[in-house]
Structure formats: structure tokens, C-alpha cells
């Protein structure tokens, strides 16, 4: 199982950004995707799942409204699209990856996790 996550850079406060997570070996269709992020000096933060299965998605209160989740199913890619970025929105962003056993993503214990990719936004 592989997970990469891409997408991250510099940004200024108020821009967009879509971050990728592509995955390969294992059926992308069986599985759910989670995205989530660590600031420095702090714990790692939840923010979104997708299950490529049913499409169902769930998002913590911290990502209602700026945070979009989407997934590719023909490009094994599930994407997080952040709007209106703020300076704490700078984190390192992963995505991982859990077999889907149905009634939502919430909660699930990933055992899958990719690299993550470097989100910094500047005010």
C-alpha cells in the first residue's frame, strides 16, 4: 500500500489550494481516505474522510465550510480542496487510508499513511 500526497506549497491568507492523494496497491474502491494535519508544537488533527466505496464523506467541525473532499475513482485519487487559507491552516497535511467496512468513515484507525506534503501560508 502506497499513499503520496502532493499538492502543498506557499500561499498567501485568503487562496485556495487542492491537495492530491494518490494511491496504489490495494483496490482503491475498498478503501476510505482520511485526510489530516500536524502544526508544529501540535497534535495531529482530523479533518476528513471519503469512502471511495459509497462516496459517503465526513468532516470535522474544524473543516466545515473551507475544506472540500473529493475522490477520482479512475485515478485512485481522493483531494482536499481548501479554500480561503489562513495563517493556522499551516501544517504538514497527510492522507491515509483504511479498508471501508461501511456506515461512514468517522473514527476509523487508519493503518495506511503517506508522506505528507507542506501547506504555509503567509499572512
Known amino acids: 500500500v502506497q499513499l503520496q500526497?502532493?499538492?502543498g506549497g506557499v500561499v498567501?491568507?485568503?487562496?485556495?489550494?487542492r491537495l492530491s492523494c494518490t494511491?496504489?496497491?490495494f483496490n482503491?474502491?475498498?478503501y476510505a481516505i482520511g485526510w489530516f494535519r500536524?502544526?508544529?508544537g501540535k497534535?495531529?488533527?482530523g479533518l476528513s474522510c471519503i469512502?471511495?466505496?459509497d462516496g459517503s464523506t465526513y468532516y470535522e467541525d474544524s473543516a466545515k465550510g473551507r475544506f472540500t473532499i473529493s475522490s477520482d475513482n479512475d485515478k485512485n485519487t481522493?483531494?482536499?480542496?481548501?479554500?480561503?487559507?489562513?495563517p493556522e491552516d499551516t501544517a504538514v497535511y497527510y492522507c491515509a487510508a483504511e479498508y471501508y467496512y461501511g456506515l461512514g468513515c468517522r473514527g476509523y484507525d487508519y493503518d495506511y499513511w503517506g508522506q505528507g506534503t507542506q501547506v504555509t501560508v503567509s499572512s
Open 78 to 86: 481522493v483531494y482536499l480542496q481548501i479554500r480561503k487559507l489562513k
Open 12 to 17: 498567501q491568507a485568503g487562496g485556495s489550494l
Open 23 to 25: 494511491a496504489s496497491g
Open 5 to 7: 500526497a502532493s499538492g
Open 43 to 45: 497534535e495531529r488533527e
Open 38 to 40: 500536524q502544526a508544529p
Open 51 to 53: 469512502s471511495n466505496s
Open 28 to 30: 482503491f474502491d475498498d
